[in-house]
């Protein structure tokens, strides 16, 4: 009986009748479904593209495409995630070999197909995502978009100031014209004393020629580095210039605060989730140290990915910029999205919005709902203050009116701001209700409302409504679920690449194993559709 314990078999003593393969792995093993999945008829197209690119002159057959992208995947799902790993694994791991039909790479032609493959992985991403939407595993009733941190292959010790990596770039550029005269040099002593045919290497050639390779290879990384401040000083829309830092290993890689305030070289991996089975319908990786601007661009790639927009999203307050919400309304999405600057909470406290209702209403506030006002820096917010838009003034929760002062113009990375500015009176010096209020009671409240200001209320009183609230929740178990997924479950906190264009490699790669894992997971509506 299975149960009972059996005799040691002598690891020398010979077998007269030999396993199979196939009988070492139960009839529902995960890794059958992963095979079979890969060896449809739905991925028939995609793994035949990719072989093509193998053009074979003479030697064995190469490793097909398939196998090796079931062998990334299959092991990230099991936390497996190095090429070194990767190849013991084919050795080890039954399912695994099995998975391989007996077939061992090594490490370097592991490591070797994603940064061949890299620009398909994002076809495979969709192949997999085209599954799941035959399957009725995407909806697109509601998706959820968020952003997280994730470390760059690069150590904190990389980072550089724009003065240091000059001064390194200057010492490194006289390196390699000292090692290239030294190695001239050589050339012309060789060539005097043996002519054409010399009969022996150069002593310390080789050497020579490695720490060329490595000068210039640290030029290289030197020069990008460079590059990247200049680029992100450019691309700042903000009053004030990012830090002229870079690191020197990974120079895409920028100096983020994680969720632990510590600051190292990351990237930001965003993902935008259908909340219907939580399957990946897009992703993306960028440097960007904030969210905001992102939104639109992870709305075109749903539609890209699945042909049609989700009816509704969902999405933290960092996303929550004017040019976006107006975009999201042209394009017909329902956006739910707390203020910016604000907590990502599914709502304000009951109290503090009953405040903010009572102040738009124009009611005299108790000293209770003044408490419960929605507060920035120990002052009420804008919420708080109701635009008459007949009269294009604002008034306070104290009745006072605050007047139209003057127009300015702010340059963003969504186009040109313009912002009316209001003011408050003289009134506000004696309130007694100027501490909570004003920076300086002598001057007044000033209040700006830009173009998209009646966007932002439209989406603000959606948003604290009871469907917005419930709609909210949704990205709890969705996106943010996923999120955990990746790093708890796959243990993912950190690329194993370097470089943007690789890192996004690897991303597509993740979010097709999550996705695959979401599909295993639903089998019973995925077998009939392959």
Partial sequence: MAGFRKPEQPREQMVLFSRRLDDALPEDHPVRMVAYLLESAAFAPTFRAWANDYVLLEGKPPYHPRDLAGLYMYGMLNRIRSSRQLEAACYNRVDVMWLMSGQTPDHSTIADFVGRQNKRLRELFKQVLSVAHRAKLVKLEHAAVDGTKIEANAGRGSVRGELTIAGELVGVRQLIEELEQEWADNETREARLFGDAVPWAPSG???????????????????????????????????????????????DGRSMKD???????????????????????????????????????????????????P???????????????????????VGYL????????????????????????????????????PKEHKRITKEAFRYDAAADVYRCPMGQTLSFVRFSDKKTGGGTVRRAQYAGCSACANCPRASQCCGNPRQGRMITRDQYEPCRERVRARFHSGQGRSR????????????????????????????????????????????LSVLLRNWGQVAPVL
Wanted: aromatic share 4%.
């Fill in 205 to 251: 050639g080789g050497s020579l020629k490695k720490r060329l390779a490595e000068a210039k290879a640290k030029q290289s990384r030197l020069e990008e580095a460079l590059a990247a401040i200049v680029r992100r000083r450019e691309e700042s829309t903000g009053w004030k210039d990012p830090k002229a830092i870079a690191s020197t290993t990974d120079p």
């Fill in 259 to 309: 969720k632990e305030g510590r600051s190292k070289p990351n990237y930001n991996a965003q993902l935008t989730v259908d909340t219907a089975a939580g399957v990946i319908v897009a992703n993306e990786v960028n440097d960007h140290p904030e969210d905001s601007g992102l939104l639109v661009p992870a709305m075109m790639q749903v539609q890209e990915n699945c042909g049609t927009l």
């Fill in 311 to 333: 009816a509704e999203v969902s999405a933290d307050s960092q996303y929550n910029v004017g040019p976006d919400l107006e975009k999201l309304e042209q394009m017909g999405v």
């Fill in 338 to 373: 707390p203020d910016n600057r604000k907590s990502s909470g599914a709502s304000q406290p009951d109290e503090s919005r009953q405040a903010v209702a009572a102040a738009q209403a124009g009611e005299v506030l108790t000293d209770a709902q003044w408490q419960a006002l």
């Fill in 472 to 515: 909210y929740r949704l990205r709890g178990p969705t996106v943010e679920g996923r999120f955990g997924f990746v790093k708890s479950g796959l243990g993912i906190r950190r690329f194993t690449r370097r470089g943007l264009a690789a890192v996004r490699a690897e991303w597509d790669l993740i979010c097709t194993a999550v996705n």
